[in-house]
């Protein structure tokens, strides 16, 4: 995807006053949403989500101060869905955030919903479904707001969009039925077919010697994170997560799930060859890797058309940029003085159903029967401050408004995992090495950044650490989740009541409520949908019982795979039990193949 754009903005701009208001506009956009087929890595056809019968997904382009209506429609027939615009910060209109079961409602096939969003954040981001991981299923685009006053308009003469994902030849339900199922105790997640480049492979990006182009990249997978790089290109990053950086040079990159980069590239000065794009996923998660499984995806900076597209290359020696070594352009200094500590653990478990399921603090996420928004809402403002309304199994947490919030989040898991928060982004203030262990600020005689990183989505190292900073000043229910979309399945999601008293303001649009009526979606009450006494969560949903004391995952697949062999077995004694005694002795191979008529007596 190419945007024409370079020294005109940055002329016209000091003209102008580069204020919003002088750019502002109201785009529409009328969203069909519905099945299509797609075949994008060319071995298998599948029904993916197209929108207005198209797929890929269009690009949505906006400039800072501009606003978006966009009406969706469910075309769908046999699921509901929803939108969310990743990494906008929603303020002041939570209920526009598309998680579905915390500021809204799925849309029921049949159904329509308007999203209302404000463009105030310039920079790289993405829409995708949040509910029953849709965008795996080919629900997501890309969406650019532009930026008159940007502090790198100037240097580039063009831009260019390219995504990046994994790609299954199954429809997400399906492997989540899968996945998350007593005959999968170890939770081996689903393996991708194929790696995409703007949902395709074998992209061609027509460039021209001697420019600079600003090349936006965000990973709109489930899955697998990416390792990326230009052959023979330099990159300098100038923006993650909508966050304007210092200029860093990069030879190659690691782009986790739903996170964002924007570099500078600038081409050589000659058509003598092409050149290769490479994204070769991270394999380090996948449990069992298939035969046969390419895990790069190749496009090229094409030159010249009339010349060979070359094999991609490895880098020698690679450094892949470690992003906590970022600088912020408006140098927010670190937020020192902490208002609220809050420590979540990590882990991956059993529970008594033999499935496993991922869990913070011991707690795993079940969806409520009221969206928690509308709790917050409708419970009482004094009584939505209490994080039991919420339900004992959404991992509720209560801020305070304007408090400095640190999250020290410790992975007891031995994989990777990327943590997107909703309506922020924050800082990142620590990150241990990979089995970096509990983070302990004494042991480890930590210094954080006077000016750390910012961005809205983080990975955490293997049996490693992090400690992130936001200043909650954005009423609202928002989500702290992993984007891996299988953990997310499993339950690795906390909820942030982020300034309860000072969201009483917010009213829902009559028809995101209509919505909630059409699928029989209770919109009053607590988790439960209690409204008389909203500290009676008696018949919310809850996950399945713990294991029993002592039993482990190693015990359920002996267990599970002892159960098996005796069932077998019982079916062998009670088959052979019913052969004709005189019968079981007898040679098969003399017996005729074709069953003849008996002669006439």
């Given at each position: 995807m190419t945007v024409?754009?370079?020294?005109?903005?940055?002329?016209?701009?000091?003209?102008?006053?580069?204020?919003?208001?002088?750019?502002?506009?109201?785009?529409?956009?009328?969203f069909t949403v519905g099945w299509v087929l797609a075949n994008p890595d060319g071995a298998f056809e599948r029904p993916t989500i197209g929108i207005n019968g198209q797929w890929p997904l269009?690009?949505?382009?906006?400039?800072?101060?501009?606003?978006?209506?966009?009406?969706?429609?469910?075309?769908?027939?046999?699921?509901?869905?929803?939108?969310?615009?990743?990494?906008?910060?929603?303020?002041?209109?939570?209920?526009?955030?598309?998680?579905?079961?915390?500021?809204?409602?799925?849309?029921?096939?049949?159904?329509?919903?308007?999203?209302?969003?404000?463009?105030?954040?310039?920079?790289t981001y993405w829409y995708h479904a949040h509910n029953?991981?849709?965008?795996?299923?080919?629900?997501?685009?890309?969406?650019?707001?532009?930026?008159?006053?940007?502090p790198h308009e100037g240097k580039y003469d063009e831009e260019l969009v390219i995504t990046l994902s994994d790609w299954y030849h199954e429809q997400t339900a399906t492997l989540v039925d899968k996945f998350i199922n007593v005959e999968n105790p170890t939770g081996a997640e689903p393996v991708p077919q194929a790696a995409l480049m703007n949902d395709t492979q074998n992209l061609q990006v027509k460039v021209e010697p001697g420019k600079t182009y600003l090349v936006r990249m965000a990973n709109v997978g489930g899955f697998a994170s990416h390792y990326v790089w230009f052959q023979d290109h330099q990159m300098r990053i100038v923006e993650v997560d909508g966050v304007w950086t210092k200029e860093a040079k990069a030879d190659g990159l690691y782009i986790a799930p739903a996170q964002r980069y924007s570099v500078l590239l600038t081409t050589r000065g000659d058509t003598a060859q092409n050149f290769a794009i490479v994204a070769a996923m991270d394999?380090?998660?996948?449990?069992?890797?298939?035969?046969?499984?390419?895990?790069?995806?190749?496009?090229?900076?094409?030159?010249?058309?009339?010349?060979?597209?070359?094999?991609?290359?490895?880098?020698?020696?690679?450094?892949?940029?470690?992003?906590?070594?970022l600088?912020?352009?408006?140098?927010?200094?670190?937020?020192?003085?902490?208002?609220?500590?809050?420590?979540?653990?990590?882990?991956?478990?059993?529970?008594?159903?033999?499935?496993?399921?991922?869990?913070?603090?011991?707690?795993?996420?079940?969806?409520?029967?009221v969206p928690s928004l509308y709790s917050a809402l409708?419970?009482?403002g004094p009584n939505a401050t209490y994080p039991r309304v919420y339900g004992s199994s959404t991992s509720a947490?209560?801020?305070?408004?304007?408090?400095?919030?640190?999250?020290?989040l410790n992975n007891l898991d031995d994989g990777k995992h990327p943590f997107h928060l909703h309506g922020h982004n924050f800082q990142v203030v620590y990150r241990s090495d990979e089995d970096g262990g509990l983070y302990d600020e004494d042991a480890y005689d930590v210094v954080f950044p006077r000016i750390p990183m910012r961005r809205d989505t983080v990975f955490v190292e293997g049996n490693g650490n992090f400690v992130i900073r936001f200043r909650a000043d954005n009423p609202g229910v928002w989500l702290f989740h992993c984007h891996i979309e299988w953990h997310m399945d499993q339950g690795l999601i906390a909820t942030f009541i982020e300034a309860p008293t000072e969201l009483q303001a917010q009213k829902i649009p009559k028809g995101h409520l209509k919505v909630c009526h059409a699928a029989g979606v209770p919109v009053a009450g607590n988790a439960a949908g209690n409204t008389r006494n909203v500290f009676d969560l008696t018949g919310e949903n809850l996950p399945p019982s713990p294991l029993p004391e002592g039993f482990t995952a190693k015990g359920y697949i002996a267990l599970f795979f002892s159960t098996v062999a005796a069932i077998l077995g019982m079916l062998i004694i009670a088959w052979y039990g019913s052969i004709d005694a005189g019968a079981k002795e007898t040679n098969m191979e003399s017996q005729p193949l074709i069953c003849q008529e008996e002669d006439d007596e």
């Open positions: 024409s754009r370079g020294g005109l903005l940055a002329t016209l701009c000091p003209l102008l006053l580069c204020s919003p208001g002088a750019w502002a506009k109201t785009i529409t956009r009328d269009p690009l949505i382009t906006a400039t800072v101060g501009d606003r978006l209506k966009l009406n969706l429609h469910n075309a769908l027939g046999n699921a509901s869905t929803s939108l969310h615009f990743h990494g906008f910060f929603q303020n002041g209109t939570n209920y526009m955030d598309g998680a579905v079961g915390v500021t809204q409602c799925a849309v029921p096939p049949g159904e329509s919903f308007t999203y209302d969003i404000k463009f105030d954040q310039p920079g029953d991981g849709q965008y795996l299923d080919g629900l997501r685009g890309p969406v650019v707001v532009h930026d008159p006053a940007g394999q380090e998660l996948f449990d069992e890797i298939p035969e046969g499984l390419n895990p790069n995806v190749t496009g090229w900076l094409v030159y010249d058309e009339q010349k060979p597209l070359p094999d991609p290359a490895g880098l020698e020696d690679p450094e892949w940029f470690d992003d906590f070594d600088v912020p352009f408006d140098r927010q200094e670190l937020l020192e003085h902490v208002d609220h500590s809050l420590t979540l653990e990590v882990k991956m478990d059993n529970l008594g159903d033999g499935a496993n399921y991922a869990f913070f603090n011991d707690k795993t996420y079940v969806g409520p029967k409708t419970v009482g947490h209560v801020l305070k408004h304007n408090d400095v919030v640190e999250i020290v």
